[in-house]
């Protein structure tokens, strides 16, 4: 059971713009900020959002996050086929003295 | 650019350990605190711990002290995790990732598969 709830899975046409939610408490995400990652199977996590907002050099405008009080979203406008991946949400906590992630939902571009 | 490298998959017996290494290139080795993360099949990742390369300190997590050891070798840029007493619940893949002490991870390895199984 992670200490971060994502949805399990997510779905969207292409070009339509899709939403994840990440919901938290306040000894993680209440507290600290929140990162993204993306992940296709096989292949090594790429850091998609920093910081609540913040994207990496080389990641496309398409990607956005946000955070307000215990809960952050990452959403993806103009969606791609190449999108498809698995998306992890994750931050510091105080309590584990650690980083937690989500259980990750899974983007099915249809 | 910035690479980290790991080892090849790995099947174990219960209570067997595993090692498995993460090589570093494309930056200053000693810079950057290195991390090991976990994903056991259909779950989401764990947090397991963090090295500093510089001076080698350690700080496990909760679910792992006791059983956990990362150490590194500056000559070779490259850090390992070894994990005891291993038992099925251990079947996950791990990564080595780059990052701060925040948790934010700018690079993670390919992964390694460790399979525990009688």
């Known amino acids: 059971q992670s200490v971060l709830t994502q949805p399990p899975s997510a779905s969207g046409t292409p070009g339509q713009r899709v939403t994840i939610s990440c919901s938290g408490s306040?000894?993680?995400?209440?507290?600290?900020?929140v990162n993204w990652y993306q992940h296709l199977p096989g292949t090594a996590p790429k850091l998609l959002i920093y910081?609540?907002?913040q994207r990496p050099s080389g990641v496309p405008d398409r990607f956005s996050g946000s955070k307000s009080g215990t809960s952050a979203s990452l959403a993806i406008s103009g969606l791609q086929s190449e999108d498809e991946a698995d998306y992890y949400c994750?931050?510091?906590?105080?309590?584990?003295?650690?980083?937690?992630f989500g259980g990750g939902t899974k983007l099915t571009v249809l | 650019q910035v690479q980290l490298v790991q080892s090849g998959a790995e099947v174990k017996k219960p209570g067997a350990s595993v090692k498995v290494s993460c090589k570093a290139s494309?930056?200053?080795?000693?810079?950057?605190?290195l991390h090991w993360v976990r994903q056991a099949p259909g779950q989401g990742p764990e947090w397991m711990g963090i090295?500093?390369?510089?001076?080698?300190?350690?700080i496990y997590a909760q679910n792992f002290q006791g059983r956990v050891t990362m150490t590194r070798d500056t000559s070779t840029s490259t850090v390992y995790m070894e994990l005891s007493s291993l038992r099925s619940e251990d079947t996950a893949v791990y990564y080595c990732?780059?990052?701060?002490?925040?948790?934010?991870?700018?690079?993670w390895g390919q992964g390694t598969l460790v399979t525990v199984s009688s």
């Open positions: 990732a780059r990052g701060g002490g925040s948790g934010l991870f700018d690079y």
């Open positions: 090295i500093n390369p510089s001076d080698g300190i350690t």
């Open positions: 910081r609540n907002n």
């Open positions: 306040s000894s993680n995400i209440g507290s600290n900020t």
């Open positions: 494309g930056y200053t080795f000693t810079s950057y605190y």
């Open positions: 994750a931050a510091w906590d105080e309590s584990l003295n650690g980083p937690v």
